[in-house]
């Protein structure tokens, strides 16, 4: 098998605003919009706004042509009494979940808001959740917040904040915090569901005319990916026959929050004694919205060959049998970090000893145009591989007679 495993980087190396910041960006606008002068008329605002808006070309057509001009309402007659029903409603769904939505306030006022991969949303639901799990632990204790002086304690203000609830509920007890998690949850479904639509309504419908040679020299008959988005399916597998699997599931704006199977969550952070019992939070890992969302599991049948060929390869290795078999098989990385969150399904891929894996990393050019030649991206990917795989792995697979890692700087697009 040739395995192409895709991370967000893969959808930014062609062009498309699929990071943090262009996605908060998006929203900030969207949120603008309707905030308008009252002594001025709304659509001298809108078209003010519109004038002003610095994102991607494509998206801000589409959205002024579907969104900021539309008809707003029309009658239909059902059972012989007439309604008004929205014309645009994926439109009015998307605006009705921006507001105020407790998680955009928090990551629109938080110092990383400079971001380039969903990852760092992770990180930063991450932070929130585990100053909550202290916070709550604290008040079990009898404490009050407002005497959780260190950084979960601002943490946690900072985000009840953001929520618009009183903050005087913050301190009245645990069944408050209950409450308060819980709603938490709520805003997260939202807030994917903002992303679902932004994903396959906008960015799905650019035109894109980049392709990478990498890519297409892998001629992959397996893809894994980490990305919402269908790129690849759009841009590479026109003729070719390939089975795709969408771990952290597949965007598609016919969707409601209650069918959306997307993943946006963090890693277990707890250790063996509480993570089996402490389940206050599990609604927030990405285990748990994976196996609650059914998403992509396709890759275990991967796995379990690969695994099945490697005992082979083993047989073949003491018998000296079947010369002609070639157990190997081929793993290539393309536009993911590496993060630590993903650990758990990338040490299944790379640590078999009958599987080649190709990491590819990028070039990094500053301000002024100047290039580091990679080694920034390539620095931080093995920085990476070590909290995934540890580092004893990472020395034996990278040289030597036991190498099955390599590394390999993209060509220019």
């Not at 979960?152 to 301190?171: C, E, M, P």
């Not at 082979?312 to 590496?338: A, M, P, T």
Request: glycine share 6%; hydrophobic share 35%.
């Amino acid at each position: 098998m040739n395995i192409l495993v895709l991370g967000n980087g893969f959808d930014l190396a062609h062009g498309l605003p699929t990071s943090y910041k262009d996605f908060l960006a998006f929203c900030k606008k969207i949120e603008s919009l309707y905030k308008y002068n009252e002594t001025i008329s709304q659509s001298k605002y809108k078209a003010k706004e519109i004038d002003s808006w610095k994102m991607n070309e494509s998206i801000k057509e589409r959205f002024v042509n579907a969104y900021a001009d539309r008809k707003t309402d029309k009658c239909i007659c059902e059972e012989g009494i007439e309604v008004l029903v929205s014309i645009d409603s994926i439109y009015d769904e998307l605006y009705e979940y921006i507001q105020q939505n407790t998680w955009l306030e928090y990551f629109w006022n938080a110092p990383t808001y400079v971001g380039e991969n969903w990852i760092d949303f992770e990180k930063e639901i991450a932070e929130v959740v585990k100053s909550l799990d202290v916070a709550r632990e604290w008040m079990e204790c009898g404490n009050s917040i407002k005497d959780l002086e260190n950084g979960d304690g601002v943490t946690v203000i900072t985000i009840w904040k953001a929520s618009k609830w009183n903050l005087k509920d913050a301190f009245k007890g645990l069944p408050e915090m209950d409450k308060f998690i819980e709603f938490l949850g709520h805003e997260l479904d939202k807030l994917i569901r903002i992303l679902e639509i932004y994903i396959d309504e906008f960015i799905g419908k650019i035109e894109v005319e980049k392709r990478s040679q990498d890519v297409l020299d892998i001629n992959a008959d397996h893809v894994f990916s980490f990305n919402y988005s269908d790129t690849h399916e759009r841009l590479y597998a026109v003729k070719e026959k390939i089975e795709y699997d969408y771990v952290h599931g597949k965007a598609d704006v016919n969707n409601v929050i209650a069918s959306n199977n997307m993943v946006l969550g963090i890693e277990e952070y707890l250790e063996d004694s509480r993570k089996n019992e402490d389940i206050r939070f599990i609604a927030f890992k990405k285990f748990y919205q994976r196996i609650h969302k059914q998403t992509g599991c396709e890759y275990k049948k991967w796995i379990e060959k690969i695994a099945e060929d490697e005992k082979k390869k083993k047989s073949w290795l003491v018998d000296n049998k079947d010369h002609s078999r070639d157990y190997r098989h081929n793993l290539y990385i393309f536009g993911h970090s590496l993060d630590v969150s993903d650990r758990d399904i990338l040490r299944e891929f790379i640590l078999h000893d009958n599987v080649d894996t190709t990491v590819f990393y990028y070039e990094r050019i500053d301000e002024n145009g100047v290039s580091d030649n990679g080694r920034t991206e390539l620095g931080q990917k093995i920085a990476n591989l070590v909290k995934v795989i540890g580092q004893e792995e990472l020395i034996k697979r990278t040289g030597g007679s036991t190498k099955t890692i390599n590394f390999k700087l993209q060509q220019n697009m």
